[in-house]
Nanobody, 119 residues
Framework: QVQLVESGGGLVQPGGSLRLSCAAS????????VAWYRQAPGKERELVAS??????TYADSVKGRFTIPRDSTKNTVYLQMNSLKPEDTAVYYC??????????????WGQGTQVTVSS
């Protein structure tokens, strides 16, 4: 069984930083791609950033402020958020395409973590 667990959300002042974690566990053969999404109240879920074997992509609204560090030894991907703005307030979700050891492909979502940017 494979799963994703998120952590790292919280309250931060404008201009501050926060790092979210997305850890994969279980019988993993390969992690094909990872993406971070966010959803604010009354808005549709939007893609924040993604990483594949081809490229790393960021939404225009977060370019220059967010990055996606990785630790392959821990099967963990992070969302490093700097220079945070009130507009970044949302529930953040990680999403991953993971191939288990039996070669089945799984599209998994983390449980979500709240990020609030307020003075």
């Amino acid at each position: 069984q494979v799963q994703l667990v998120e952590s790292g959300g919280g309250l931060v002042q404008p201009g501050g930083s926060l790092r979210l974690s997305c850890a994969a566990s279980g019988s993993i053969f390969n992690i094909n791609s990872v993406a971070w999404y966010r959803q604010a109240p009354g808005k549709e879920r939007e893609l924040v950033a993604s990483v594949t074997t081809r490229a790393i992509t960021y939404a225009d609204s977060v370019k220059g402020r967010f990055t996606i560090p990785r630790d392959s030894t821990k099967n963990t991907v992070y969302l490093q958020m700097n220079s945070l703005k009130p507009e970044d307030t949302a529930v953040y979700y990680c999403n991953a395409a993971i191939q288990s050891t039996d070669r089945r492909l799984h599209n998994l979502w983390g449980q979500g973590t709240q990020v609030t940017v307020s003075s």
